[in-house]
DNA sequence: CCTGATTATGTTTACGTAACCATTCTAGCA
DNA sequence: TGCTAGAATGGTTACGTAAACATAATCAGG
């Protein structure tokens, strides 16, 4: 019930101001410093936890601050401070499970150490996309970048890197330029391969990611480097553009293949779609074809058949690349090389071993 | 080889220091402004493309900036402008497709209008965590806030909103309070429930989310009305929790229902669960079973079958929470009320007419 | 009761930018 | 030629914070 018409109508929660604040301005260390009556510096210990300052003061200090509603103001904290407690995160999407994954890692990880992230996506990998995100990152309030991508991208850009902001690359090459941090690419599909090949097929095919990507490039060269070792045949390498659309339709043309008793997918929505296409064809999984799949997406345990695949420890890589920009802005010095991160074949159903030798 | 032991480090690339700036520091605009022989003013309005400067000192001082690597301090602009271009944005996790294709949108949207978006990630949706995350975001340098999460949850956690800042809450209920923009949950669960009666089904059974979740609520309760609109019995209701190992869970449960020949999964992972339980008990989709989804995940088109599901716009959410913000921003005024953006059946092969009564 | 060390608090200043106002210069016109 | 309007540029200052330094208060030991 509405009791008092004439009463500030119930409004939008505004900041309530103190007659001692100016109008128009949120209040600052001074107001409060005002209000409490002790000088800006004590505020500012109290505000950072800081500096010994006495209990009966330090409470006086925080009642004011709650009264007056005080927020620090973080532009003047880092204009002071040369730090912005913030990592820039640039990439091209977030569509992709490794992305989102990393980023969510990432963002997880820097919240711990205190940071913040902020993003900066690029629409689309041209080059003046890309070139136009850096410029932006350079003014932005960030103390260092990571950089989901590759790495062969920033080069065609010609990007000028803010010399002073750290990077560390993620899902990348060229670890002799820049710290990168990846999954170990080589290691999954060579586990996945050999484990196809202990279940006794004769080769293992292959249904890779788009030719320019370094990821679907290292995982190919693992697959038939495996094979070679083996000395198997290596058939020939089929590729996708990593959505299961594409990989439905290598699929339909897999499933032709009489000798083909086995599909390394290059990841899991090729993956789902090489199961679709299969299925569509009377091709059985497992008793006919056995598939693997790389990345371990969150359902491809219940594909059909559930799909075994390579892990990928996206929350890994995440935190190893804000730990090494931390560490690189802590030593303010830059890092290189490489670090792999391990996976692990995660054995499910879409997997058996070979049928009979085929005529 | 190491062939000069006293020479510095074959090093790190790190910032030419002209002789005319100080050292330890970032050019500044003072430093470029000696350097050009012109006020930092000057530089100042050629670093803001502002106000009438001739050509010829313009591109003298364009050249002083690219010669000493000049960047502007997003710190101090900020400081002096009030404002940091920047929108907060604070969710649970990245990991729900919905959660990702709206924070891509949003930062998408954002780039366009010249803003970076901070991304404040919260573990687990604990009140603490929610209380931390926000104490974090009234001094985070953002202007304005959007938040992907159930509003009920920041109730739970007493969290108090920077007053300041303007809010627009995605994915939730509570429109009266704040400004909300969301999927047409109901609306879609309306065309999906009609989509299969339409086909001729009897009823339609339904495998909903979570029971705190308001969307799954939602979703449920449209799927209720429409079915007793339609003078329909309705059958009882199954939760999952949205993955698609729960879904699995409810189809094998559901297989067993001999009267069900249609179900409308609250989302596609748990669609692709039930899938996967209808083949392995030799239930046929869709000839024995319609099944629709929500949300058209990526993938959810290479499913086996297809599967008809309801498309969410999640690009049109991220863009709409970002000009609703940047509207209260510009207008300094809070608004109420909620937007609702449609979505859309998507028929593919996983819904078909009923067949012939059963028995 | 004094001295010197220690602790608590205050004062001054600089961080880099941009708004505001002042000054200089140019050109058009009487 | 002198005058004025307007354009181009410069000088000063404040934004809110925290470092560096200065001062005041307390206390132990002689």
Not at 281 to 286: D, I, K, L, Q
Not at 309 to 328: I, K, N, P
Request: charge should be negative; glycine fraction near 8%.
């Amino acid at each position: 019930m509405v009791t008092d018409a004439t009463s500030a109508a119930a409004g939008v929660p505004r900041p309530v101001r103190s007659s001692r604040t100016r109008p128009g301005r949120r209040t600052s260390m001074a107001d409060v410093a005002r209000h409490a009556g002790v000088s800006s510096q004590t505020v500012s210990r109290v505000s950072n936890g800081d500096a010994a300052v006495v209990e009966s003061t330090r409470r006086h200090v925080l009642a004011a601050m709650e009264e007056l509603g005080y927020r620090p103001n973080s532009a003047a904290r880092a204009l002071k401070r040369g730090e912005f407690r913030t990592i820039g995160v640039i990439l091209f999407t977030l569509s992709t499970t490794g992305n989102m994954r990393t980023l969510e890692a990432i963002a997880n990880s820097a919240a711990d150490e205190g940071y913040a992230v902020t993003l900066l996506p690029v629409a689309a990998p041209t080059q003046d996309d890309i070139r136009g995100a850096f410029t932006r990152l350079g003014e932005l309030a960030v103390d260092a970048i990571i950089v989901i991508m590759e790495v062969h991208l920033l080069d065609t850009a010609k990007v000028s890197l803010p010399p002073h902001i750290q990077i560390v690359v993620a899902d990348s090459d060229a670890g002799d330029r820049y710290s990168v941090v990846d999954t170990d690419q080589a290691g999954g599909a060579r586990t996945a391969v050999r484990h196809l090949l202990e279940l006794g097929h004769r080769s293992v095919w292959h249904l890779a990611g788009p030719a320019e990507s370094f990821s679907a490039q290292r995982r190919a060269d693992a697959w038939r480097a495996t094979l070679e070792e083996a000395g198997r045949e290596v058939p020939p390498v089929l590729h996708g553009d990593w959505s299961a659309e594409s990989g439905y339709r290598a699929g339909l043309a897999l499933a032709e293949e009489a000798d083909c008793s086995a599909v390394f997918a290059a990841n899991d929505q090729m993956a789902l779609g090489l199961l679709r296409a299969f299925h569509e064809a009377g091709r059985r999984v497992p008793e006919d074809v056995s598939v693997v799949g790389f990345d371990d997406t969150p359902g491809s345990g219940s594909f059909f058949p559930p799909l075994t695949t390579v892990h990928q420890d996206f929350a890994s890589v995440g935190r190893q690349c804000v730990e090494g920009v931390l560490r690189q802005i802590r030593n303010e010095e830059a890092e290189r090389g490489t670090t792999l991160v391990p996976t692990r074949l995660v054995v499910r159903e879409s997997t058996a071993a070979a049928a009979a030798r085929r005529g």
